[in-house]
């Protein structure tokens, strides 16, 4: 009940300091590229429903719904300032509106592409999918997109089974780090 009060009210006030980035990035996204600004994509939640997961869209209309490291030519797909927001992560405020309706938290494991099924099986597995995704999760901080699917579950379960609300401020900062570093993002 603290963690979803935590949530609504950060995500408040980070959309309320967000707005201009938000209307400046979903002008830049429509202005470098045809299609809307954002992409909504079925996401795997908690106890593995499907929701709805809005980002800025970085990558070309008509690209296939796959994880990055799965597209033939990723850099082909990517919109002229695509790479920029996926490295700053700015394409990701927009989830903002997923943790305020309740989907996700501000710290969780990372929603699942709704295809990811070897992910979403060991998670299973795990126990994990009991858990809210997050927008930053202990794997986020711990490799983010350098990580194997194991490694990123095994971290995923370790967050399972010590999270708190100090973890959570603890990775909220790690996070911060490393966007500002922009470490360990590949596209």
Known sequence: MIKRAFDVLLALIAGIFLLLPLVIVASMVRLTSKGPALYWSDRVGRNNSIFKMPKFRSMRVGTPAVATHLLRNADAALTPIGSFLRKSSLDEIPQLWSILRGDMSFV???????????LIELRTQCGVHQLVPGLTGW???NGRDTL???DKVALDQRYLQIHSFWMDLYILWLTFLRVVRRKDVSH
Do not use: E, K, M, S
């Open 108 to 118: 969780g494991p990372r929603p699942a592409l709704f295809n990811q099924h070897d």
């Open 148 to 150: 194997p699917i194991p």
């Open 139 to 141: 794997a986020q901080v």
